[in-house]
C-alpha cells in the first residue's frame, strides 16, 4: 500500500493550549470595541438572512431542516419553527449565506459570521444562554477562525470559509454546551473530519454554494454535541501529521493562535455594500460611480463596455454570463452582469440578483456589450478594478476603484449599517414589520441584557 507523506508543518508549541484559551474567553475579557463589533456583525447576519428567506434554495433547506422533526430547542429564523440546534445552525447559515450580502474578514479572507453565528445562536438558544455567555462564544469561534486563515500561506480551490468555518461553529457551540478543555479539544478535532468546502460551485454557479458554510455550521454544532457525550477527537487537528495544514490548504499555525484571547481580530471585519462576490464589488463601485456622474450613460447610449480585473477575481467571477447555472447565483458570481446590471439600474440590490432581472432579456444586449480583461501582473486579490465605458458618440468614460466599499479603508457608516439592516429585515414578502425591525435592532443593542437568547425572537414573525 502506498503511503502518502504529508507536508510538513510547524508544530505549535505545547504551552498554547488551544481549548484552554477558548474556555478561558469570557465576557469580562472583551474589550468595548469588540462587545459593538459582535452585536454590530449579528444585526448584519440577521438582516441578510432575513431577506433571504425566499431566495433560491431556501425553501428546499427549510423543508430539509423540517423534515427529520426532533427537540424543539433553537428557531428557524424568520418563522416559528424550532428545531435541533444542529439543524437550525445548517438553515440559518444558508440564509446567512444565500444573499453573499454577508461580512467579511479582511485580514483572514474567511467570512466567520455566516457559519458562526448561525452555530452560536442555535446552540445558544437550545441552553437558553444569556446575551453575555453568547457574545464570548461566538467571538471566540470568531478569533479561532481568522486565525485559521490568517496562518494559511496558499490557497488550492478550497472554499475555505466553510473548511475553516466547522472549527469556528465546533468552538462556540462547545463554550455554550459548557464543555472543559479537554472536551472542547475533543470537539475540534471531530470537526477535522468534518472540514471540507470546494470552490467548485462558485464557478459553476450552483446552489451548493449557498449551503457550503451552512454545513459546516451544523457540523461544527454536532461536533461539539458528541464531544460533549464523551466521543474523542485528536489533539492535533491543525499541526497534525495529517491535520488541517498537512493536507488542506499549506500554511504555518507555529505562531497563528498565540494571541488567542488577548488580541482581537473581530474589528477588522467589513459589511459588504452588496449582494454579491466581494470580487465583484470594485466593479460594480466603478460601474456606479461613472452612472452617479454622468447621466448621459444609458444603456441605449452605450457602445461597448470593459471591465479590467485581477487574476484572482478572474478566477471566481470572471466567467461568461450564461443561463446554464443557478440565475442568483449566476447574479453574484458574474462580473459581466454585475457591471451590466448597475450601468442599466444605477444600483445594485437584492432586486438585481432576482431571476427574472438575472434573466431579463432586456437587459441582454447591453450585457452583451460587456467584456471582461484580466490584468495578469495585478498582485491584487478583490481589488483594483477598472471600468471603461465607450458611447456611440465616442466618449469614454473611465473609473478604478482601489479600495472596496464597505472595507477598513472605506468603512460604512453607522447610518449605512443600519440602513442596511431595516432594508435588508424587511425585504421581500417574509419582510418584517417597521415596528418589528426596530425591536430587533434594539434587542441586538441591548444584548448584554438579554437573560434568555430562546426569546430574542418573541413576537417577531409577523409581517407587513
Known amino acids: 500500500m502506498q503511503v502518502i507523506a504529508p507536508r510538513s508543518v510547524a508544530k505549535i508549541p505545547q504551552s498554547i493550549h488551544i481549548a484552554e484559551r477558548l474556555v478561558a474567553l469570557d465576557y469580562a475579557a472583551l474589550p468595548a470595541e469588540v462587545v459593538a463589533n459582535a452585536k454590530t456583525l449579528l444585526l448584519d447576519t440577521l438582516a441578510v438572512a432575513w431577506a433571504a428567506q425566499n431566495a433560491s434554495g431556501m425553501q428546499a433547506a427549510l423543508r430539509v431542516a423540517l423534515a427529520d422533526g426532533g427537540a424543539e430547542r433553537s428557531h428557524l429564523w424568520g418563522g416559528d419553527h424550532r428545531v435541533p440546534p444542529a439543524a437550525a445552525a445548517f438553515y440559518n447559515g444558508s440564509l446567512a449565506a444565500a444573499l453573499d450580502f454577508d461580512s467579511l474578514h479582511e485580514n483572514s479572507g474567511v467570512h466567520a459570521d455566516a457559519v458562526v453565528i448561525p452555530a452560536a445562536l442555535a446552540a445558544a438558544e437550545a441552553v437558553h444562554a444569556d446575551g453575555r455567555s453568547f457574545l464570548a462564544a461566538y467571538v471566540a469561534g470568531a478569533e479561532l477562525m481568522f486565525r485559521i486563515g490568517r496562518a494559511t500561506e496558499s490557497t488550492t480551490g478550497w472554499f475555505r470559509t466553510a473548511t475553516y468555518g466547522v472549527f469556528g461553529a465546533a468552538a462556540a457551540a462547545g463554550k455554550l454546551f459548557g464543555l472543559d478543555a479537554d472536551k472542547l479539544q475533543s470537539a475540534l478535532g471531530l470537526a477535522l473530519g468534518q472540514a471540507a468546502g470546494t470552490q467548485q460551485g462558485h464557478i459553476e454557479?450552483?446552489?451548493?454554494?449557498?449551503?457550503?458554510?451552512?454545513?459546516?455550521?451544523?457540523?461544527?454544532?454536532?461536533?461539539?454535541?458528541?464531544?460533549?457525550?464523551?466521543?474523542?477527537?485528536?489533539?492535533?487537528?491543525?499541526?497534525?501529521?495529517?491535520?488541517?495544514?498537512?493536507?488542506?490548504?499549506?500554511?504555518?499555525?507555529?505562531?497563528?493562535?498565540?494571541?488567542?484571547?488577548?488580541?482581537?481580530?473581530?474589528?477588522?471585519?467589513?459589511?459588504?455594500?452588496?449582494?454579491?462576490?466581494?470580487?465583484?464589488?470594485?466593479?460594480?463601485?466603478?460601474?456606479?460611480?461613472?452612472?452617479?456622474?454622468?447621466?448621459?450613460?444609458?444603456?441605449?447610449?452605450?457602445?461597448?463596455v470593459e471591465v479590467l480585473i485581477t487574476p484572482y477575481q478572474n478566477r471566481l467571477v470572471g466567467g461568461a454570463f450564461t443561463t446554464e447555472g443557478d440565475a442568483e447565483v449566476t447574479g453574484q458570481f458574474c462580473v459581466q452582469y454585475t457591471v451590466a446590471a448597475t450601468l442599466a439600474k444605477r444600483r445594485f440590490t437584492p432586486a438585481e440578483i432576482e431571476p427574472a432581472a438575472v434573466l431579463d432579456p432586456a437587459l441582454r444586449p447591453l450585457l452583451d456589450k460587456v467584456r471582461v480583461r484580466i490584468d495578469e501582473d495585478s498582485p491584487g486579490r478583490m481589488t483594483p478594478s477598472t471600468v471603461t465605458v465607450q458611447l456611440k458618440d465616442d466618449r469614454r468614460f473611465l473609473n478604478r476603484v482601489e479600495a472596496l466599499p464597505g472595507s477598513l479603508a472605506l468603512p460604512l457608516s453607522r447610518e449605512e449599517v443600519r440602513a442596511k439592516a431595516r432594508a435588508s429585515l424587511q425585504h421581500g414578502e417574509a419582510g418584517l414589520s417597521t415596528h418589528a425591525a426596530d425591536s430587533l435592532i434594539e434587542r441586538i443593542d441591548n444584548l448584554e441584557q438579554v437573560k434568555d437568547l430562546s426569546r430574542l425572537f418573541d413576537g417577531l414573525t409577523a409581517v407587513r
Open 205 to 304: 454557479r450552483k446552489l451548493s454554494k449557498r449551503v457550503q458554510s451552512a454545513l459546516s455550521a451544523r457540523a461544527g454544532v454536532f461536533s461539539a454535541q458528541l464531544a460533549e457525550q464523551g466521543i474523542s477527537g485528536p489533539e492535533h487537528p491543525f499541526d497534525g501529521q495529517f491535520g488541517l495544514f498537512a493536507l488542506y490548504d499549506a500554511g504555518n499555525p507555529s505562531e497563528a493562535f498565540a494571541d488567542l484571547g488577548t488580541n482581537f481580530l473581530l474589528p477588522l471585519t467589513v459589511l459588504k455594500k452588496f449582494p454579491s462576490c466581494g470580487c465583484t464589488h470594485a466593479s460594480i463601485e466603478a460601474a456606479l460611480h461613472l452612472v452617479q456622474q454622468h447621466e448621459e450613460i444609458t444603456p441605449e447610449a452605450i457602445e461597448a
